[in-house]
C-alpha cells in the first residue's frame, strides 16, 4: 500500500502500525503504542505526494461519516512583529484570529526582546481561506505587514487561498489585499509558505494621485486622459533611462546659425532635467525644464520665438526640447499597450518582418561563419588532443549558432560553410586553407555513437530540428504568446498537419510548415475520451506508420468521425462491429492494441519518438537523418564507448576501427602511392598487424609488463579485430578474481598497450627518437596499475546485493508477475503465494506482440489486478522485476512513459478497490518463479491455470528453491 509505505518512512516509528482503507481516502491508522500516537500527532501537519493528511483520533461513539475533517493543525510563524508585541498574550489574540489557538513557543513577557519570528500552534479550518497576514497600525507612523507563514504547507491555491487544489484548477478570482493608501497586492503566493522567503510585493505602494487632464493640456498634441489612465505617468527609474536612450539619434532641424548638439551624447547632461520634466509634468515643469535646457545647451534661436512660452509648443522643434516629448509618449505607450492590445486581436494585425533580414538571405547570416571562424582561429594556436578537439566542437562550435537556428530557416549554403569550416579543424587543425585529408566524411562522423560515428551534427538538420520545437508548440497549442499570435494569423486549426501549405507568409512560417512531414513521424495522441481526435484525420494509432488506419474502402470514410463514437462508454471498450466495417485488418489489429483508459480524461498529444512522451531535438535530428547501413565487419561501437577506459583512449580505439589512423601503408592506399614500409623495423609492410603484433620494436610492451601477454597467440589481423580485441578480450576464468573485473583490467591493458605503440611509432616517425624502450614499458605498466586501481575502488568494489523472495504478512497475498518474449507473441504470467510461501493459483497466458521492453509488463501489471478482483482477494503486494512499469506505478504522471500511460491509469484505478495494495520492485533473484513460468508459457500456444501440485518441472525447482531460502 503506498499510504503505509510513505508513513512508515517520514514518522519512523517504533512499532509498527496497521493500516485499513475506511472509504476513498480515508484511512484508519492503528498504532500498538501510545507514544508513537503522540508523536505522530504531535509532528503534525503530514502531507502525502503533495496532498494533506488530516489526522483525527477515532471516536468510539462516532460514525466515521459524523467525523469533522475540516480542522487540522499547523504551526505558523508570525514574521516582523515588533518586539513590544512579541508577548503571549498578543499571540494569543493574534493565534485566535487565524484559528483555534493551542500554544506557543515559550516566551519571556518580563523582557520581551526581538525575534525574527514566532511559532503558533493552531488549529485551521482547510475548508476556509487562510489567512496570510495583516497591517498593524501604529500612531504616526506607516501601518507594519506582519506575514504568516505556514509550516510544511501542502498543495495550496495562490488565488483563494484554500488548501487542496492548485491555481491552475480554480475558477475564483485571485484575491487581494488592500493597504491603508488603498493600493491593492495579492494576498496568496509562495510567500505564505516558511520555505519560502520574502513578503507580498508592493504591500507599501501608493496609488499615484496627482491628475494629470490640467498638465498635459498644456501640451497641445497631447489630448486630456481621464479616469484610471491618469496615473500612467510616475515612471520608474529603469522606465525614465529606457525612454530616454532608446530613441537613436533626432534628427530635427537645427536653428539658424547655430549647430544643434549630439543627442545620444547629451542624454547624460540633462537626464536629471528629463525625470524633473516626467515626475512632475502635472505642475507645468515639463515648460520650464524645456526653457532650462534650451537655455543651457544654447539652442534657441532669436528668429520664430514667441514671446512669453507658457508652453513647449511656442518653442523650436530643437532635438533636445523634443526629447522631453518623446520620453512623456514613450512612457505612455509602455503604459497603455496592455490595455490596449489584447491577444484576440493578434489576427488582425500585420506580422511584419521583424528580424532585419534582407532578400539576400546568405548575407545576412555571414556572421555565423565568421564566429566559427574566428573561435576556431584562436583553437589552432592550441596544443589540442583528438578528445580536447571533440569536446570543443561539441560543446562550442556546434552551440553557437543556436539562437539563430531556432529564430530562422539559415540557408544551406550558410549550413553547409559551418560544416565545411568545423570538418577542416577536426582533421587539419593546424592548415586553416588549402587541400586535406578527411579520413571520414561528415556524414560518418554526424552519426551517433552506436552507428559508429561521433555524435556531430549536421547544420541544417540541427536548424531543422530547432525550428521544428516551434512547430511543435504550434501543434501542441502552446500557451506562447508567440504561438497564440502564428495560430491566429495564419488560422491554424485541429487539421493543421495535414492542411495543405499556405502560398504567401512570412519565411518564418513557411519554413514551419515545411517540417509537417517531419512531426507527423512522431506525433500521436494517446486516447482519453476521444472527443478531440478525429478518427481518419488525427494520428492516434501508435502502431502503425503514420499512425492513421487505412478504410477498408473508400465509401467507408465519413466525415466529422470522432474516435468517442467508436468507443462503448459504459463498458470502455471497442465497438467492434463497427470497427470490422470501417478499417482494414492491419489496422483493426494496431487499434485492439490501444487501451482505452477507465477514467475519462483528455486526450493527450505526444511524441513518439521519445519514451516520455516529451518533444526533443535530438530524437527530432535523429528522425530527419538517413539511417546508415552498418558494414559487414565493424566493431560494436556501442560496447566500445561503454568501456571503463579514459576519452583520450576512447577516441584512439575509434580511429583505429574507423580505419583513420595515418599508418605508412593506410597512406599509400589511400594517396595512390609512396613509402609502405615500417619505420620501426624496415622489413615489412605497416600493416595493423604487423605495427601492433608482428614487429620486433615493439613486441617489449607485450611481454615485458608484469602480466605479460603473448602477442604471437593473438590473433588480430583488421582494425575490427584490434578494436574487439579490447571489448572482448581472451580472458580465463580465475576464482579469486570476478570474471566482470578481469574482463575490465584485461581491457584496459590492451587499450593502453596499442596506444602506447602508437605514440612510440609516432616519436619515431616525426621526431627520430625512438627513445628507451625499458622505461617506456615501466611507464606503460604504472599507467595500467593506476588505470586498475581505480576501476577497483569504483563500482567493482561495491559488493551487489542478493535479492531473495520474501514472505508477505498474515492474511496478504503476494501476486509476483512476469512477461516472456518469443518471435510472434508474449506470455504474462501472474503467481499467487500466501504468506507461508504456498501457492495459491499460478495463472498465464498469451497476447499478442506490442512492446518487448515495457507493455508487456504493463500489461502482466494490469492482469493481476483483474485477477485480484475476480479473486475477491483484500489485502494484496504485487511484485515485479520490470523497474520502468514499478516505477511508473509509484511515481509522478509527467514521468511515465507514454506507451503504458492508459496501462498504469488503469491499475491505479484497479488499486482503489482494495483495502490494502502496494506495488513493489525486485531483482530477477526474487522473480525466479514467476520468470520461470512466463519462460515455459512461451513454449505453449495457450493460456492455462495451474496449482501447487501440478507445477511444470522447471517452475517446480524455483518455487522449491525460494522455500528453501525462507528456510
Not at 495 to 508: E, I, R, V
Not at 631 to 658: A, I, M
Not at 801 to 809: A, E, G, Q, V
Not at 934 to 950: E, I, Y
Amino acid at each position: 500500500m503506498v499510504v503505509k509505505d510513505i508513513t512508515q518512512r517520514a514518522w519512523n516509528l517504533s512499532s509498527p502500525v496497521t493500516i485499513s482503507k475506511v472509504d476513498k481516502h480515508l484511512f484508519l491508522f492503528s498504532f500498538e503504542c501510545s507514544s508513537d500516537l503522540d508523536l505522530v500527532f504531535l509532528r503534525r501537519p503530514w502531507t502525502l505526494r503533495g496532498a494533506h493528511l488530516v489526522l483525527k483520533r477515532c471516536i468510539p461513539d462516532l460514525h466515521w461519516q459524523e467525523m469533522d475533517f475540516s480542522l487540522s493543525t499547523f504551526w505558523a510563524q508570525v514574521q516582523g512583529l515588533p518586539a513590544s508585541w512579541q508577548k503571549t498574550g498578543y499571540l494569543r489574540n493574534i493565534g485566535s484570529k487565524l484559528g483555534t489557538f493551542l500554544s506557543c513557543e515559550p516566551l519571556d513577557d518580563d523582557c520581551p526582546s526581538w525575534k525574527k519570528y514566532n511559532r503558533l500552534r493552531i488549529d485551521v479550518d482547510i475548508s476556509k481561506p487562510l489567512i496570510p497576514g495583516f497591517f498593524l497600525a501604529r500612531a504616526g507612523r506607516v501601518d507594519l505587514w506582519i506575514g504568516i507563514k505556514y509550516e510544511k504547507l501542502p498543495e495550496t491555491c495562490f488565488k483563494c487561498g484554500v488548501i487542496g487544489h492548485l491555481a491552475k484548477d480554480c475558477n475564483f478570482r485571485t484575491s487581494t489585499l488592500s493597504n491603508q493608501f488603498g493600493y491593492r497586492f495579492p494576498a496568496y503566493g509562495a510567500w505564505i509558505s516558511s520555505d519560502v522567503d520574502g513578503s507580498p510585493p508592493s504591500i507599501y505602494e501608493r496609488i499615484p494621485s496627482p491628475p494629470l487632464t490640467g498638465s498635459l493640456a498644456k501640451i497641445s498634441v497631447v489630448k486630456p486622459l481621464v479616469n484610471k489612465h491618469n496615473a500612467i505617468l510616475v515612471p520608474s527609474e529603469y522606465s525614465r533611462d529606457n525612454a530616454s536612450t532608446s530613441h537613436g539619434s533626432f534628427m530635427c532641424p537645427k536653428p539658424i546659425g547655430s549647430s544643434p548638439p549630439r543627442t545620444s551624447h547629451a542624454v547624460d547632461v540633462i537626464q536629471d532635467k528629463i525625470s524633473d520634466a516626467t515626475i512632475w509634468v502635472d505642475s507645468g515643469e515639463v515648460v520650464r525644464c524645456a526653457k532650462d535646457i534650451a537655455s543651457v545647451h544654447g539652442v534657441i534661436g532669436s528668429t520664430g520665438t514667441v514671446s512669453g512660452t507658457s508652453s513647449v509648443n511656442h518653442f523650436r522643434p530643437i532635438s533636445l526640447c523634443n526629447m522631453v516629448y518623446k520620453v512623456i509618449f514613450k512612457l505612455l505607450v509602455d503604459r497603455l499597450r496592455p490595455l490596449l492590445v489584447s491577444s484576440y486581436h493578434l489576427a488582425n494585425l500585420p506580422l511584419c518582418r521583424v528580424d532585419g533580414l534582407s532578400r539576400i538571405r546568405t548575407k545576412d547570416f555571414r556572421y555565423l561563419i565568421e564566429r566559427i571562424e574566428s573561435r576556431l582561429q584562436g583553437w589552432r594556436s592550441k596544443s589540442l588532443s583528438w578528445a580536447g578537439k571533440r569536446t570543443m566542437i561539441k560543446s562550442v562550435a556546434l552551440a553557437l549558432p543556436t539562437y539563430s537556428f531556432s529564430t530562422a530557416s539559415v540557408p544551406a549554403a550558410v549550413c553547409n560553410k559551418l560544416d565545411s569550416t568545423i570538418r577542416r579543424f577536426w582533421w587539419s587543425t593546424n592548415k586553416p586553407q588549402g587541400r586535406f585529408l578527411a579520413w571520414k566524411s561528415w556524414d560518418l562522423l554526424c552519426c551517433s555513437k552506436e552507428e559508429g560515428g561521433l555524435g556531430f551534427r549536421h547544420s541544417k538538420m540541427f536548424n531543422q530540428g530547432l525550428l521544428a520545437k516551434l512547430a511543435w508548440m504550434i501543434l501542441s497549442k502552446s500557451k506562447s504568446l508567440c504561438v497564440k499570435a502564428l495560430c491566429s494569423k495564419y488560422k491554424v486549426g485541429m487539421d493543421w498537419l495535414s492542411k495543405a501549405a499556405l502560398k504567401y507568409a512570412s519565411p518564418l512560417w513557411k519554413a514551419i510548415e515545411s517540417l509537417k512531414g517531419l512531426l507527423s513521424k512522431g506525433a500521436c495522441y494517446l486516447i482519453g475520451d476521444g472527443t478531440s481526435i478525429d478518427f481518419w484525420k488525427d494520428p492516434w494509432i501508435p502502431w502503425l506508420d503514420g499512425f492513421i488506419p487505412t478504410p477498408k474502402d473508400l465509401s467507408s470514410v465519413h466525415a466529422n468521425v470522432k474516435v468517442s463514437d467508436l468507443i462503448e462508454n459504459s463498458i470502455r471498450t471497442w465497438k467492434l462491429d463497427l470497427l470490422t466495417e470501417l478499417v482494414d485488418s492491419s489496422s483493426l489489429d494496431a487499434i485492439l492494441k490501444v487501451i482505452i483508459p477507465f477514467n475519462l480524461r483528455p486526450d493527450i498529444l505526444v511524441w513518439t519518438l521519445e519514451p516520455n512522451g516529451i518533444f526533443s531535438v535530438k530524437s527530432t535530428i535523429k528522425a530527419s537523418s538517413y539511417p546508415r547501413i552498418p558494414l559487414q565487419q565493424e566493431p560494436n561501437w556501442k560496447s566500445l564507448w561503454k568501456l571503463k577506459l579514459h576519452e583520450r583512449v576512447k577516441l584512439f580505439l575509434w580511429r583505429l576501427g574507423s580505419r583513420a589512423l595515418p599508418t605508412k601503408l593506410n597512406l599509400a592506399q589511400r594517396i595512390g602511392h609512396g613509402d609502405s614500409m615500417c619505420p620501426l623495423c624496415g622489413l615489412e609492410e605497416e600493416s595493423y598487424s604487423h605495427l601492433f603484433l608482428k614487429c620486433q620494436v615493439v613486441r617489449p610492451f607485450w611481454f615485458g609488463l608484469t602480466w605479460g601477454l603473448h602477442p604471437e597467440l593473438i590473433q588480430a589481423t583488421t582494425n575490427c579485430d584490434f578494436v574487439n580485441l579490447v571489448i572482448h578480450p581472451p580472458v580465463n576464468t580465475v576464482q579469486s578474481i570476478v570474471p566482470s573485473l578481469l574482463k575490465a583490467q584485461t581491457s584496459i591493458q590492451i587499450a593502453l598497450i596499442l596506444e602506447c605503440i602508437w605514440n612510440f611509432r609516432n616519436q619515431v616517425v616525426h621526431n627520430s627518437t625512438k627513445g628507451n624502450i625499458i622505461s617506456l614499458v615501466k611507464q606503460l605498466d604504472s599507467r595500467i596499475f593506476e588505470h586498475c586501481n581505480i576501476l577497483q575502488s569504483g563500482e567493482y568494489s561495491k559488493s551487489k546485493s542478493c535479492f531473495l523472495w520474501r514472505p508477505p504478512p498474515p492474511n496478504t497475498v503476494k501476486l509476483n508477475v512476469d512477461a516472456a518474449i518469443s518471435d510472434s507473441a508474449a506470455s504474462i504470467v501472474v503467481v499467487a503465494r500466501d504468506s507461508d510461501g504456498n501457492i495459491l493459483k499460478c495463472w498465464a497466458k498469451r497476447i499478442s506482440l506490442v512492446d518487448p521492453c515495457v507493455v508487456e509488463a504493463a500489461v502482466a501489471l494490469t492482469w493481476a489486478g483483474e485477477i485480484a478482483i475476480e479473486e475477491h482477494l483484500s489485502d494484496i503486494i504485487v511484485e515485479g522485476d520490470s523497474k520502468v512499469c514499478i516505477d511508473a506505478v509509484l511515481g509522478t504522471p509527467d514521468k511515465i512513459p507514454w506507451a503504458i500511460q492508459a496501462y498504469i491509469a488503469n491499475v491505479s484505478n484497479y488499486a482503489s478497490f482494495f483495502n490494502s495494495c502496494r506495488f513493489c520492485w525486485v531483482g530477477r533473484e526474487a522473480n525466479n518463479m514467476a520468470h520461470c513460468l512466463a519462460k515455459f508459457a512461451s513454449h505453449l500456444p495457450v493460456s492455462f491455470l495451474c496449482f501447487g501440485s501440478n507445477l511444470p518441472p522447471s517452475v517446480h525447482e524455483a518455487w522449491i528453491r525460494d522455500l528453501t531460502c525462507l528456510a
